[in-house]
Every structure is written in C-alpha cells, then in structure tokens.
C-alpha cells in the first residue's frame, strides 16, 4: 500500500507534500513498533536511546547536556529521562568534579545488560520492521533522507 491507501486521501498539492506526510507517518508508524518493542523492558525509545548513548560512552560519564546534544530527538527533557532511569536503577549520577554546576551520568551493570539484550534482539526488530527493503533500498534511503536534512532550513 501506498500513503494515499493508508490514510484515504487520493490528491495531494504536489509531491513534496506527500513526501512530508509520508515522512510524518512513516515515522509514527516506526515509533509504534519501538514502543512494542521496548514495552516488555517499561522503556520508551527516549530511555533506550540515553542508554545506548551512555553504553557507548562507557565508562567516560556524560553530563546531561552532552546527552542531549547526542539524542536522535532533541526536544527531549534529558535530566527528567536520566531520573526515569535512576529510579530503575539502569543510570546513576554524581556531581562532576571539574564543574559543580553539571551532573556526570554513567550507565549501571545492569542497564549495561539490558542494552545488551536489547541489542541482542535488534536485528529482528529491524528487520521485521525494514525486510521488504533490499540493501541498495536501504542505503539509498539512508541517502534521501541526509540529503533532505542537509537542506537549508536546519
């Protein structure tokens, strides 16, 4: 099916509108199948891209502003996820002894072993989500959508 299937509508203004309609649904229907994904862990794909961004770091800490320079969505609250975190004792913080203003974020042993399991179970999740992709597909998509962030209203 194409959009104009998937949400009942047969005319759009132009092809630029129907892309970006096809971009906004595209990327709730991703969001979606994460969170499907990502329910059985009680993680939203926020939570999961911090730990990933602090696994990756492991075992330098990252203050929350580094964190939220790295996210994949920026409008996020970082401290307000780190704190979500906490509480599921997968990050810790402690007051960062170069500056006493910023916090250092580090990921726990066991939010280290849920991002592996997590991991671990990616590829299906990718692949049941992207498979009707050829890999020329895929990297041709990686390209379109660089080349529509590189445009001049970034």
């Not at 499907?36 to 330098?60: C, K, T, W």
């Amino acid at each position: 099916m194409g959009i104009g299937e998937d949400i009942k509508q047969s005319r759009f203004r132009h092809e630029w509108q129907k892309g970006m309609i096809n971009l906004l649904y595209t990327y709730n229907w991703v969001s979606y199948s994460l969170r499907g994904y990502l329910d059985e862990y009680d993680l939203s794909h926020q939570q999961f891209n911090v730990m990933r961004i602090l696994n990756g770091s492991h075992p330098a800490p990252l203050s929350t502003q580094e964190i939220r320079n790295r996210m994949l969505d920026k409008a996020s609250d970082a401290s307000r996820i780190v704190d979500r975190l906490i509480a599921k004792d997968l990050v810790m913080k402690k007051g960062c002894d170069k500056d006493k203003r910023l916090v250092d974020v580090t990921i726990t042993d066991k939010g280290k072993e849920l991002v592996q399991i997590l991991v671990e179970k990616e590829d299906a999740m990718i692949m049941n989500m992207m498979g009707n992709l050829t890999e020329a597909d895929a990297h041709k998509l990686n390209e379109l959508l660089d080349k529509l962030r590189a445009g001049k209203n970034n």
